[in-house]
């Protein structure tokens, strides 16, 4: 028999009044965040289910050298846990996994979360109005479900000729293998994003040689990270208005950044000025500046935050390598110019599946069609939200809510408000069930369709936020502090709210 996230028995409705039970698939910041805000608005009958052997999420599973976030730590956290006592303006992995564990811990999240339980399947139950969830600790269900995967948390292996005849290891950064020992090794890195230009300047003093394969480059700007003292903490301790102050700053700094990217695109001039300027004076062979100097548009590609790449870039030990991999032998690279460079170590800096929303998962509909068939050929979801024909579900950081610039922790919490906000609505008018309509969403997908055409990301480069057909089902088109102002409100001409009758229990 199925698990009752309410608690009711299988054979009744939910009461009048009583308040849904939430069901959340995904335990890093977006579960964690989720679970924290729906509680305090109400909302006690929670559950999170996390693959993992922790919470945490990308955090968790993200451990390669230099692992750190590209966005300053004091909005890079929950606005309801500030953290006066991040030890530098961007925190590292382990302090960013510490901060996350501690909000669960402080908030009661982790006694109600299902740690190493993989949610396979989820069906909507027509006639009951739940959600029945099939995990790998047997079967539940809950009249919510609520979807906090992450848009980057399937490592994607690339398709080279040979990788499994390579003799040496080979992993993913987002899968580092710490046993590996790098001191006085070859190093192939395959790959020059964001992972990767954290890596290698962190294992560059240990490593013998450490080879970059570079497809394209991409555009960087100053990171201009530093310590936090000791004074500057106790400050943020005593003042927290200081804090909030630098966070808002922050924001305001970032939405620019979006509006440059999207509607006023004029804007970009001085970020392309800095890009160029960190190149010139970084670099002094002028060969391996060409080499690193992009041709598209700044933006196109997302924009990279460092102060270690092209210096590490310089070193003896590092070779960028621009020619095209041709295949993978049991010792090594060989490049389509003929060359082949022996490798003792591959590390494959190449992204993540970024289009797979929800996926392992399979999710079934009230008409019985799956939600991979849905999004055939490209996710949409009304405000990234909401899916026709999926009532009462909903998606956290889920199509075209990420973008250029700005903390996907903001855009959570900017959804977990709106699922409040249809929570709320459905105890309002005693419904149980609430879908998005059908002409609502295409009308928004019309709207968010004109607008990304003008964004920079679809200026031509090649970027993970674009298929080959050109959808983007990643990217937001507008600013920040407008996704925040559309998803405070249920527009009430967006969702269908049905009540069903509750059953009588049999007379005794």
Known sequence: MAQNGSGAGPKTARASGQRPSVAIVGGGFGGVGAAVLLVRAG???VTIFERGERVGGV???NTYPGAACDVPSHL??????PN?????RYAPQAEIQDYIESVADRHGVLERARIGTEVTRAQWDEERAKWQLQTSAGS????ILLTAC????????????GLDSFAGPVFHTAEWNHDVDLAGKRVAVIGTGCSAIQTVPAIQPV????DVYQRSPGWTMPKMDFEYSESAKRLFERLPALQRLDRLATFAFMDIGAAAMTSQRWLLAPFRAAGRWQIKKAINDSDLRAKVTPTDEIGCKRIMLTDEWYPTLEKPNVELITERIEQITPTGIKSEDGSERPADVIVLATGFESHAFVAPMEVIGASGRTLATEWDPVARAYLGLSVPSFPNMFLLYGPNTNGGTGSAIYVIEAGVAHVIAALDALQRTRADRIEVRHERTEAFNRE?????AGTVWHTGCTSWYVDENGNDPNQWPWMWSTYRRRTRHLEPSAYELKRRMLERAPSS
């Open 140 to 143: 539940f269900e809950a009249d």
């Open 448 to 452: 968010l369709h004109t607008a990304l």
């Open 207 to 210: 490593a013998g040689q450490i």
């Open 43 to 45: 909302y006690t009958d």
């Open 150 to 161: 992450g848009q980057l948390s399937i490592p994607k292996e690339p398709a080279i000729n």
């Open 59 to 61: 955090w968790a599973h």
């Open 84 to 88: 006066p006592r991040w030890s530098r």
């Open 76 to 81: 890079y956290e929950f606005s309801f846990a």
